[in-house]
Structure formats: structure tokens, C-alpha cells
């Protein structure tokens, strides 16, 4: 009953299914994720996004390596059920009706949360209008502004008309929702019988609100000339409260969601520090990402578990007696998922990949912060490791944001790249990464690999999704990692860049640090050492999949910013 939802979670995307394109990437995972421990714990909560109807993009790469984009189509009614309830927001002085499709997700235990995508394509809407829940981080400053517009304020008014009445938090998933606190703090202040919102009114909205922020990085803060938001919001006494709208001409929607948020987190505990150091006045706290276990785990694991450890589903943190489970029996799982992946990235790339052969996986959004191409920065050597040691190969996948050349850019060079270092080691790019690629890259390759240049990887999810598999990271100390990482048991660090508060990030001392650690630590256990390598496994299970999921993250948010 809609009377029960006391929690409401609004995200820019939710990815709940491969065939919903309604994701881009970590942030879109993580929230779907977050979803469906909800439904496990019986949380309740109710989520609220777009609903894009073009998605994404579709990927392809033409003969060069570079990328192209086209719109996604998908047939809504096959995933989603209109809901008869309307709601509408004002965009420079036009009424914009919106419409939501509603998703039922079902937890292990059988309890739901309902999730809204909402939806401008109406015909009572102009034609500019009905495209504004069309395009996920589409378009330009102006559209995006739109459509944050629809997803905060329309998302609250949308939730009243479908009856939630009772809700007593709101958590902003990043600054993109930052406009539900105008919205509640406007309609705090109309309760109350006041034109315009007061202090009373931001202590009231601060009660109700909570925030997590998600990246280092400045490009993820969206920022608005004040002109332009005046110009589609219309002005409004609450942009001349200084302590709510910040500042410089400029609408930053991180420090709106911070100045109206009681409760505020970063996404590690690395990452709360770089973000209380980011935004000195306010409190931060931080809650490390997990990933939904269930979901991401692979069919010949998901045996392992029923078999050795009943009920982990229910309780992720059963998961440390993964130990228990023979070695014999763990290695028999993974190449089982090893073996489903190397045929379809045979088939795919025609890459002539073999199965027994040490792969390397690294699948996530082509930036360049991310150093995707880092292990080839000595390409002589790589190969010299690779003839000399033991062989590599390494299956790459990622989506470069359409306005990102720089990204681009890279997915080409690494596509160049695959003939250079042939043919001691083989390399595959695979087009479209998307839920069910990432579950089958995560779990079918050796080990994972991550080389960010730090801080700026807030947490990163995919390393944790491999853990669930048994498949140990090799990783930059940076994000989840610096809390993952037990060197030689849970997996391998390069260089120690995370910990040294000091030290920056140095690309050629990085790369020499991760040939080190492939020649003399990974590959040898591989090859020579395979008993000790299984134990590897078997701890990436036992101690990272047991905890960095989202059913103890969700715990973590109910205690400490929902109902603490």
C-alpha cells in the first residue's frame, strides 16, 4: 500500500534489467541494485526516475575503432505499466504533463518496491516538450536542466498524485534530484501559509532529505547559469536564500542537495574524506557501495552457493564460509563461466582467445581518468611478460559518453593496440556493454583489472561484482579497494597511491608497478601456484562478496540516514 512507503529514492537512471535501456553505467547499476535490496530487507521504499524512452546509446564501433551512438528502442509496455495518475511541472511558462510507468521489484522474500519512470511524451506537450524523458545525459545544458526539473519537482508532485502520503525521507542519488528540496521546501512554506520558504521551512526539508554524492570529479556536478534557470523555473523568492542557492551566478545542484540534506554521503570511506575535504562546511559521511549478490552472481556459482551455503541470498554475509567450499569444486565454477565467456568473445571479435590462458578483464565507462590503456604504456615489456612468464589476454568492454572525444579517442587506441601486442597477447574490445555483458565479463575473466588515476575513482562497483565470482581485482588502491584489498589474499594492489594522502598519481610509475605485479605476482600464482591462486578466489568471495554488497549498504543507509 502506497500509505506504508515511508522512503522515496530518486535517481537520473535505475537499471533493473538488460532489456530496459534506463542506465548508463555504475551510477544506473548501483541504484537498480539499491532497489532490489530494498525489496530483499523489505525496506519501504519507492524509487522515482526517467524513463528514456531512446535510453542510452547503442554502441558500435566501425573499422578504426571509433565509436558511433544510436538510439536505443525498446517496447515499454513489455517492462513497465502505465499508471493513470498525472502530475505536471512549469518549464519557461508552459505546463509539461507527465505520465508514470511503474515496475514492480520483487525481493528474495517476496516483498516489492515499486519503482516510477516518469514520462513527458504526451500529446497535451508541445513536441521539445514530449522529448525531455527521451535521452539519458542527452543534449545540452538546457535539456538537461529540463529534465532535472522534471525528475525533482514532477517526481514529488507525481508521487503525491499517486498517493504516497507518508513519505518521511527523500535521498537525492546524486545532485541530478536536487530539485525535490525546492520543491518540498516551497511546499513546506504553502502548508504553513507563507508566500515565500523561511528557515523553519529549510530545518523541516533538511529533516526530510538525504544526499550521496558520488564523484570526485568536477564534470560530474552539474552546474546552471542562474540566468537559465530563472529563465525555465521562473524566478522565485527561495533562489535569494543564500544558505539554499548557492552562489556566483551559477546554480551548483551538489551544494543545493548539501545546504537541504541532514544526512550527506560519500560512496567509500576514501571517498568521504576527499568529499568533507571538497565541501568543508558541511558534515560527510560515507557508506561504501556494494553490489546486489543475487543478481550478479553467475548460474555454475549460484549452484556452489545453494549447495554449500543455504540461505545466501537471504543473509550475503554467509558468504565467508566460502572457505569451506573445495577448491576442486570453486575452479570447476569458474571455468564454467570462463568457458561462457571466451566463446562469446570468440564469436563476437573473432579474438581466437583461448579458455586456459590467464584473461584480464576491464569493462566500465571509457574516461580517461580511468587509464584503460595504462597496461599498454610499455608494450615491449608486456609482451616480453607475456612470452617469458605466461601468457595474457584481456577483454576490454565500455561506452565512451557521446560528448566525451577524449573517451573516444581511447577506445580507439585500444583498439589499435590489439595489433600491436599480437601475438604474445590478445586483446578483445567488445561493443555495447550493458548489464548482461558486464555480468558475463565480471564473472568469466581470471582477474579483474582497475588502474584509475587516484582520487578520482569515488568507489567503483564492477571489482565488487567480480569478487562474488571468485575473481580477484588488481587495482590501484583507490575507491572500494583501499577497504577490499588484503595484498595476496583478496587480490593485488599497484603501487599504493590510495593510501599516501602525499603522494599523485604517476602514470609511468603506475604502469611499471603493474608489470611488476603481473610478472611476480599474478601470473606465477596463475600458472605455478594454482592451489594458492583458488585461495585467492575463495577470499574474494569469503571476505569482499560477503560485504561489499548492497544488502549490508542498504542496512548501512536505514540505520544511519533513513529511520537513525
Not at 516538450?129 to 522534471?150: A, I, K, M, N, P
Not at 590489439?418 to 578483445?428: F, G, N, S
Not at 602514470?507 to 608497478?513: C, I, L
Not at 585467492?536 to 537513525?564: C, D, P, W
Request: hydrophobic fraction near 40%.
Amino acid at each position: 500500500m502506497t500509505e506504508q512507503r515511508t522512503v522515496a529514492y530518486f535517481s537520473m537512471e535505475i537499471g533493473l534489467e538488460p532489456g530496459m535501456p534506463t542506465y548508463s553505467g555504475g551510477l544506473g547499476v548501483l541504484a537498480g541494485d539499491t532497489v532490489r535490496s530494498a525489496a530483499d530487507l523489505n525496506v519501504p521504499l519507492v524509487a522515482v526516475s526517467l524513463l528514456h524512452r531512446a535510453g542510452y546509446f547503442d554502441q558500435r564501433l566501425d573499422p578504426s575503432g571509433w565509436q558511433t551512438e544510436q538510439p536505443v528502442r525498446w517496447v515499454i509496455e513489455d517492462y513497465l505499466r502505465e499508471m493513470p495518475a498525472r502530475a505536471s511541472v512549469t518549464i519557461e511558462g508552459r505546463t509539461v504533463h507527465i505520465r508514470a510507468w511503474e515496475r514492480q521489484v520483487m525481493g528474495c522474500g517476496g516483498a516489492t518496491v515499486p519503482v516510477y519512470f516518469l514520462d513527458s511524451d504526451l500529446p497535451e506537450n508541445s513536441e521539445w516538450d514530449r522529448t525531455l524523458t527521451h535521452f539519458l545525459y542527452g543534449g545540452d545544458s538546457h535539456y538537461r536542466l529540463c529534465q532535472e526539473v522534471v525528475l525533482g519537482v514532477g517526481g514529488v508532485r507525481l508521487l503525491a498524485a499517486l498517493g504516497y502520503d507518508h513519505l518521511e525521507r527523500f535521498h537525492m542519488n546524486e545532485g541530478h534530484a536536487s530539485f525535490l528540496a525546492l520543491e518540498l521546501l516551497e511546499e513546506h512554506a504553502r502548508q504553513a501559509g507563507r508566500a515565500s520558504p523561511n528557515q523553519d521551512d529549510v530545518e523541516a526539508v533538511r529533516r526530510r532529505c538525504v544526499f550521496t554524492t558520488h564523484t570526485p570529479v568536477p564534470a560530474g556536478h552539474d552546474q546552471f547559469p542562474l540566468e537559465l534557470v530563472t529563465r525555465v523555473m521562473g524566478d522565485r523568492d527561495v533562489f535569494r536564500m543564500k544558505d539554499v542557492f548557492c552562489c556566483d551566478g551559477l546554480l551548483n545542484m551538489t551544494y543545493l542537495a548539501l545546504n537541504l540534506s541532514h544526512y550527506v554521503n560519500g560512496v567509500a570511506k576514501r571517498h568521504g574524506e576527499i568529499s568533507q575535504s571538497m565541501f568543508a562546511r558541511h558534515a560527510i559521511d560515507s557508506i561504501t557501495n556494494g553490489v546486489h549478490v543475487a543478481t550478479w552472481t553467475s548460474a555454475p556459482f549460484r549452484t556452489l552457493f545453494e549447495q554449500y551455503i543455504p540461505g545466501w541470498q537471504h543473509d550475503n554475509f554467509s558468504l565467508r564460509y566460502a572457505l569451506n567450499i573445495p577448491k576442486s569444486e570453486v575452479w570447476q565454477a569458474h571455468m564454467a563461466a570462463k568457458q561462457a565467456l571466451i566463446e562469446h568473445v570468440n564469436r563476437e571479435a573473432n579474438a581466437g582467445m583461448n579458455v586456459d590462458v590467464l584473461t584480464l578483464g576491464f569493462a566500465r565507462r571509457a574516461a580517461t581518468y580511468k587509464r584503460a590503456d595504462l597496461l599498454f604504456d610499455d608494450i615491449e615489456r608486456l609482451r616480453a611478460i607475456s612470452r617469458n612468464n605466461g601468457a595474457i589476454q584481456v577483454v576490454y568492454a565500455g561506452k565512451a559518453h557521446p560528448c566525451d572525444h577524449d573517451g573516444k579517442l581511447l577506445i580507439q587506441r585500444l583498439h589499435q593496440l590489439q595489433q600491436q601486442v599480437k601475438p604474445e597477447v590478445r586483446v578483445a574490445y567488445l561493443e555495447n556493454y550493458d548489464m548482461a555483458l558486464g555480468q558475463l565479463v565480471t564473472a568469466g575473466v581470471d582477474v579483474w583489472l582497475n588502474t584509475p588515476e587516484p582520487p578520482q575513482e569515488a568507489s567503483g562497483t564492477s571489482g565488487m561484482k567480480a569478487a562474488v565470482n571468485g575473481v580477484p581485482s588488481l587495482s590501484i588502491l583507490d575507491g572500494w579497494w583501499i577497504e577490499g584489498c588484503i595484498e595476496g589474499v583478496t587480490g593485488w594492489s599497484i603501487g599504493d597511491n590510495g593510501r599516501d594522502r602525499n603522494t599523485h598519481a604517476d602514470r609511468a610509475r603506475d604502469a611499471a608497478a603493474l608489470y611488476d605485479k603481473l610478472e611476480h605476482a599474478v601470473i606465477p600464482a596463475f600458472y605455478r601456484e594454482r592451489d594458492r591462486f583458488i585461495d585467492v578466489m575463495r577470499h574474494a568471495i569469503a571476505l569482499n562478496g560477503s560485504f561489499f554488497n548492497t544488502q549490508r549498504m542498504m542496512q548501512e543507509y536505514v540505520l544511519k540516514a533513513y529511520f537513525g
